[in-house]
């Protein structure tokens, strides 16, 4: 019995060790050409669809009090001619309320005197009928605003446009292996590998313009051009 188990140990020895899972070593990626690395880019322009800008309220008044209180009551004027222009309560957001005191110095510049307070509440709005943007400022101004910026023109789902700068930068790295594959006489193999080196957007210049005619004044304007977006790749041909 003792020769029969220890004959068992020593054929169990002599078996080959399967090698753990953990020590699966990547699979090298063996070259039967020459390997070409180029960096493309895809560009694409869309019109902006959606528009952000910053709307706020600057009151001054002797007592603090007084000037939140003067505030409070054009902001309200202000949030009304919002919804009057039919936008949502959640495109509407406060970005910043401040209170300050003012000041007054001597002719010397010494002994500086708080001589009244001034508040300013500002408020982020989004909108999407970007064609009714200089109406809408026009109309916040006539209701209190005296402090506004922007507008910020984006695209609001870039996902298709960024899909098609894709597509255009894969073609742009192809037809660049192709122009080097010719040169040296040889032609475009498999892809080795991809990788995104990131996407960008330029947004246009905003252009906002009072106009006059004689004594009557056109709306506030504003063009909304095109937005570029763009992606580049890093992409690896194999010549052969």
């Known amino acids: 019995m003792r ?24 699979a090298t990626i063996i070259l039967d050409g020459t390997r070409l690395d180029v960096v493309a880019t895809g560009e694409v322009t869309r019109v902006p669809d959606v528009a952000r800008i910053t709307a706020g309220v600057v009151t001054v008044a002797p007592t603090a009090t007084a000037a939140l209180a003067q505030n409070a009551t054009q902001m309200a004027s202000v949030r009304a001619a919002l919804k009057r222009a039919g936008i949502a309560d959640r495109d509407i957001q406060t970005s910043s309320i401040n209170l300050y005191p003012d000041y007054r110095q001597d002719q010397q510049g010494n002994n500086p005197q708080i001589v009244g307070y001034r508040a300013s509440n500002e408020v982020s709005v989004r909108f999407r009928d970007i064609a009714a943007t200089g109406k809408i400022l026009d109309a916040l101004v006539a209701q209190g605003a005296n402090q506004i910026n922007g ?7 870039p996902e298709a446009a960024l899909d098609e700068a894709r597509t255009q930068a894969l073609a742009n790295a192809r037809a660049r292996a192709e122009l080097y594959a010719r040169a040296l006489g040889k032609k475009v193999g498999r892809i080795l590998s991809i990788s995104e080196a990131g996407a960008n957007y330029a947004p246009p210049v905003i252009m906002m313009r009072q106009a006059a005619r004689g004594n009557v ?15 580049s790749l890093s992409v690896s041909f194999e010549l052969e």
């Open 3 to 26: 020769n029969l188990i220890l004959a068992a140990a020593l054929a169990a020895s002599a078996l080959p060790l399967a090698p753990a899972a953990s020590q699966t070593q990547p």
């Open 151 to 157: 507008p910020m023109l984006a695209i609001d789902k």
């Open 217 to 231: 004044a056109d709306s506030t304007s504003v063009d909304p051009g095109e937005q570029s977006v763009a992606v």
